[in-house]
């Protein structure tokens, strides 16, 4: 009854920004906290980022600088703005909540669908 979408992928040239939306819908209660793996071909999935209810962040070291993330509580909403971006930076980006549904007294993680981020040289 959770669902979680992903929105602003794409191609963009070395040094350009994008934008990643993750939208958490259905019957919420709370969301403890959200963020974005990545994985690109060949390579192990890490945690880029992450922010939980009290607005604390977290960036893996390579992107720190470059990256920031907030989130919407009254959207339900989380956006990664990722600046100066590398080639290296290429991945399938997936969107992650960590979520209390309504009704449920136990939080359960939710993925989103992933979105391509391509950044050429």
């Known amino acids: 009854q959770v669902q979680l979408m992903e929105f602003g992928g794409g191609l963009v040239q070395a040094g350009g920004s994008l934008r990643l939306s993750c939208v958490a819908s259905g019957s919420i209660f709370s969301i403890n906290h959200m963020g974005w793996f990545r994985q690109a071909p060949g390579k192990q999935r890490e945690l880029v980022a992450s922010i939980t209810d009290g607005d604390s962040t977290y960036f893996v070291d390579s992107v720190k600088g470059r990256f920031t993330i907030t989130r919407d509580n009254a959207k339900n909403t989380a956006y990664l703005q990722m600046n100066s971006l590398k080639p290296e930076d290429t991945a399938v980006y997936y969107c992650?909540?960590?979520?209390?549904?309504?009704?449920?007294?136990?939080?359960?993680?939710?993925w989103g669908q992933g979105i391509q981020v391509t950044v050429s040289s």
């Open positions: 992650y909540a960590v979520v209390v549904a309504t009704g449920d007294h136990s939080a359960m993680a939710y």
